[in-house]
């Protein structure tokens, strides 16, 4: 009961639009953009504030036909609608950790909006590991173990910031949720595996960028001191090459884009768990 009690709380302030809320339209990705806009102009503007978020898709659909439609329609990507969740928990941390809990407990990690979902949720729990309990434990344990699930999950370049809400957590006596979450993945050996360079006779051959580890956290520890899952290879005209691997080298994925040679090189330096390989004689 006083889980029900909790939650209705948290909603009551934004009651007045959220009723009967249908699936989002072209209508609706126009309205939340044109607040985005306005609530930037005006970021004191109480209710804009408050407006924006009971306007955020609140639901796992909603949030996928809106950020990740699979023909890249509507809000896609939505890093700036969502990431201003950030900001507007400082204002309402109740609805936007609510909003996130929500979100996250039917959530799947992939790039792009998912992605965003998930870095928001991080800093949240980080930030407010009182209220992200409080919020968690209104909802089923199953519930729970799913956003700890979605937590862990991603692109690994940070596995610490998982591993820092478990300990918050554990700071403020929440044992009992912490059991839930999955243990954070520990890899020993960081290294690059074995590869080929199959472009190594090609005069055109820019830079090549190995990285040993998936973008699925949960994935790693398969490649450990095994084939590398990704090699990039940028040619000086600004042709890219990437091609994915699974740990033992069988070819996954195969395709072309291009980018600005110079500026690759630079975006890929000192990048953990990676190799960048350069070759100054084909510079453009």
């Known amino acids: 009961m006083h889980n029900h009690i909790i939650r209705s709380v948290v909603f009551l302030a934004a009651f007045v639009f959220v009723c009967a809320a249908p699936a989002f339209s072209g209508k609706d990705s126009k309205e939340l953009s044109h607040l985005l806009q306005k609530l930037k102009a005006s970021p004191s503007d109480e209710v804009l504030r408050l407006r ?4 955020f898709p609140n639901d796992i659909e909603r949030f996928r036909q809106l950020f990740d439609s699979d023909d890249f329609s509507e809000l896609y990507d939505g890093a700036e609608y969502i990431y201003e969740l950030k900001v507007l928990a400082s204002y309402h941390p109740e609805l936007v950790g609510s909003i996130l809990v929500d979100l996250s407990r039917n959530a799947q990690w992939k790039v792009d909006a998912f ?5 928001v949720t991080e800093h949240f729990a980080q930030e407010r590991p ?3 309990a409080r919020i968690l434990k209104t909802y089923s344990e199953q519930d729970q173990t799913n956003v700890f699930s979605f937590l862990s999950q991603g692109m690994g370049w940070s596995p610490a910031s998982y591993s820092a809400i478990l300990s918050r957590l554990r700071e403020i006596g929440e044992n009992a949720l912490v059991e839930r979450a999955p243990p954070p993945r520990v890899i ?6 074995k590869w080929e ?3 190594k006779d090609d005069p055109n051959l820019f830079a090549v960028y190995v990285h040993q580890f998936p973008t699925p956290l949960s994935d790693q520890p398969a490649y450990e001191g095994r084939h590398p899952a990704m090699i990039i290879y940028v040619f000086n005209d600004g042709r890219a090459n990437q091609i994915g691997f699974d740990p033992v080298g069988k070819l996954q994925e195969d395709f072309w884009y291009h980018v600005d040679p110079i500026s690759w090189v630079e975006e890929h330096k000192n990048r953990p768990h990676s190799a960048l390989l350069t070759f100054p004689e084909s510079q453009p």
């Open 197 to 199: 360079n199959k472009y």
């Open 130 to 132: 009182a209220l992200f």
């Open 52 to 55: 924006y978020l009971t306007r």
């Open 115 to 119: 992605n965003h979902l998930q870095s």
């Open 188 to 193: 020993k050996d960081h290294s690059v595996g």
